[in-house]
């Protein structure tokens, strides 16, 4: 008798474990949803603003002198040659 109550037990034990772990996994899994439905807006915004950024300087007049300036070689180029750097200062 005694086994058969410590049996039943021991499965409800089982059972609410596993119902628990299902119900933090759904949970995580909202919570990634959710996260994800941040991040991806965040992302593609930060990206227009990188590249509305770098038109914009690539237009202005400073940067058009400089470029012919220096027989139009754009500017991150230049950093990234060494000998260029060199030879600009």
């Not at 230049?78 to 000998?83: E, G, S, V």
Request: proline share 3%; net charge positive.
């Amino acid at each position: 008798m005694l086994e058969a109550v410590a049996e039943k037990t021991r499965k409800f034990h089982e059972h609410r474990v596993k119902q628990r772990k299902k119900q933090l996994e759904k949970k995580d899994k909202q919570r990634r949803n959710q996260s994800l439905r941040k991040i991806k807006p965040q992302a593609s915004s930060t990206a227009a603003n990188e590249e509305s950024k770098f038109s914009k300087l690539s237009d202005t007049p400073i940067a058009k002198r400089t470029r012919s300036a220096l027989h139009s070689v754009p500017v991150a180029k230049r950093l990234c040659d060494k000998k260029t750097v060199h030879r600009i200062f």
